[in-house]
């Protein structure tokens, strides 16, 4: 059974920081990239960070960093800075391509964790 479990969200001061996990299991996790997602009431999910299976890596905020463990079957992302804004639903997605033209063979979704940013 194929498993994206985010954890770690939760409520945090404007300014604080914040680290989510995503725990995989069900498939070959180092063979895939994974990604963080985010949406906020009203507003369409959207990409924030991503990671290959060759630990590339971009991230659409500069206070948000993604990272991988692959020991652990685990992805990360490292919150800092955190803002009003940031609050939204954040999700794990997990990736597999294959050929030139990166075809997707496989895709899952995490079921998300809240982020609340308030005082």
């Known amino acids: 059974q194929v498993r994206l479990v985010e954890s770690g969200g939760g409520l945090v001061q404007p300014g604080g920081s914040l680290r989510l996990s995503c725990a995989a299991s069900?498939?070959?996790?180092?063979?895939?990239?994974m990604s963080w997602y985010r949406q906020a009431p009203g507003k369409e999910r959207e990409l924030v960070a991503a990671?290959?299976?060759?630990d590339g890596s971009t991230n659409y905020r500069d206070r948000f960093t993604i990272s991988r463990d692959n020991a652990k079957n685990t992805v990360y992302l490292q919150m800092n800075s955190l803002k009003p804004e940031d609050t939204a639903v954040y999700y794990c997605k997990a990736r597999k391509i294959r050929g030139v033209f990166g075809t997707v063979v496989a895709e899952y979704w995490g079921q998300g964790t809240q982020v609340t940013v308030s005082s």
């Open positions: 990671i290959t299976s060759g």
């Open positions: 069900g498939f070959t996790f180092s063979g895939y990239t």
